[in-house]
């Protein structure tokens, strides 16, 4: 399989089309079926305590299926959610990014179903899982 879309492709279709949202990732890597994505963690995104929201992993994970969906169809800004599901585990790191490791461990049709474990910049334990599926726009 390869990529319909690169790393920069897909940064612009974010700041083109979701410019509210754009600023808070930067892809670290993409590859067919995967991609590293990075919440750059900034005040509006904790919660009390000093911890990342839980909306706010939810938001890098549903991003990440998201753009590695994207990178492998290409630009269809109507591919949507139709399912997600999150498992925390651990309190993220105070005051660093979380990083979102993306597998497509399906890529049909009509659907893609991916799975990804989020980190917190510098640990080795995972913060968070989940499990999203897409739908996939007619073409």
Known sequence: M???MTAEELDAFMHREFPQMAVDFAIDRLAPMEIDLRLKVEDRHLRPGGTVSGPSMFGLADCAIYLATLAMIGPQGLAVTTN????????????KDVVAKCRLLKLGRVLAVGDVLMMSDGMDQPVARATMTYSIPPR
């Open 84 to 95: 997600g599901s999150i498992d925390f585990m651990r309190k993220p790191a105070a005051g």
């Open 2 to 4: 390869t990529l319909k």
